[in-house]
Each structure stands twice: as C-alpha cells, then as structure tokens.
C-alpha cells in the first residue's frame, strides 16, 4: 500500500501541499473527523506542529492544541515555511473516508438503471480497473450528484436539445475527478479524494463545457 501511494503523490511546494490539505480537512472536519496532521519547518529551522486548519492571503493557520471551543492556533507566512511533513500522506490521493458503506457493483449498476430510466440515458460503469473499495465508494457519491446535473440542464428547451447529442453516461473514478466527451458519450471520473469532490457548479459547468 505505501508503495501504491508512493506512485500516486505529486511533488508539490509546501504551500500547495498545505492549500490541498486545508480543503480536506474543511470536508473532514463537517463529519467529524480531525483535520490533516502536518509539522512545519520554517525557514528559520522552528518547527511547528499540528493540524493545518486553512490557508488564506499566503498565511496557513495550524491548530496546535487546545479544544475546539478554545483552540491555540500558530499563524505561519506560507513563504516562511521550507519543508512540510504530512503524518498520513495517503490522504493526498486515496479517499479518507474508509468508514464509508462501499456499495457493491451489482448495488451500483441497479443504482444506474434507475437513473437510465428515470432520463432517458444509459448510465454505465466505468472499466473495472477502477472499481476497487475507493473507486465504488466514489462512484456512488457523484452518481446523485451527475443525474441532478444532467436533470437541471435539461429543464429547460436549450438545455434539452443540447443534451440530445448525448446516449451514454460513463461513470468510472479517478484519484481527481474529470468530465469528457467522445462522440455521444460522456465520461464523468468521480474523485476518489474528499477534498476534490465537485460542486453541482462545477460539475455542471464542465458537462456544458462539453455539450
């Protein structure tokens, strides 16, 4: 598994790193869970220690400790910082959410015939490649999320006709989610990352993109 994730991280600067971070840890925290684990070097050679809560006007914010009610918090210049240490570095590519009921293939392609039915589009499942436990999980997420879109933008007559060009909907997954087109078919890629997941907005502005 280490080797896996290993392959699958990108080499980034540290505030790149932190930004990725602070966007998984603002969807881990709304379930409960604690936000990403980082020790920082500062350029000075100061170490500091904690959990990355937000990165915003070059300044990343790290809760140090205390509670949530009464946290203590160091604020640290991005550029100040020369090394970032994450504690668990799979959450920068594989989905952080292991606790998550994974649905089964057959759950999921019932899942799709539903949605077929109900738009008048073939959904089906991406290559099997990509359906282990993350995958599944991430596919069954953005399922919903693709049928609400595809549903908005054919409520109306432009919307419809534009759609019209479109038979199949393949839903597979990747560590970072992507829309395409090839010919009648749309190709949506479900994040496997928790920080990646698409917005209705942008889910629905790269679909019309497409159309």
């Known amino acids: 598994m280490t080797d896996d994730v290993l392959e699958q991280l990108a080499v980034a600067t540290p505030r790149r790193v932190l930004e990725d971070l602070a966007r998984l840890g603002h969807a881990l925290a709304k379930t409960d869970r604690a936000r990403p684990e980082v020790e920082l070097v500062l350029a000075s050679g100061h170490v500091v220690r904690g ?5 915003a006007d070059g300044v990343a914010m790290v809760v140090t400790g205390g509670s949530r009610q009464t946290p203590a918090v160091a604020f640290v210049p991005a550029d100040h910082i020369a090394a970032v240490t994450v504690a668990d570095a799979s959450l920068l590519v594989r989905a952080p959410v292991p606790d998550a009921p994974v649905p089964s293939r057959l759950e999921l392609a019932r899942q799709l015939a539903a949605r077929s039915a109900s738009l008048g589009l073939t959904f089906e499942l991406g290559g099997a490649s ?6 599944r999980r991430a596919i069954g997420v953005t399922l919903p999320l693709v049928a609400d879109v595809l549903a908005t933008i ?12 479109i038979e199949t909907v393949e839903l597979g997954a990747a560590t970072s989610g992507d829309v395409s087109r090839s010919g009648k078919r749309l190709v949506v890629r479900a994040p496997k990352l ?5 917005t209705p907005a942008a889910l629905r502005r790269e679909i019309e ?3």
């Open 51 to 55: 959990r990355i809560a937000r990165v």
């Open 130 to 135: 990509e359906l282990d436990d993350d995958g």
């Open 154 to 165: 054919a409520g109306d007559a432009m919307g419809k006709e534009a759609l019209a060009g």
């Open 194 to 198: 928790l920080a990646d997941q698409f």
């Open 209 to 211: 993109k497409l159309l």
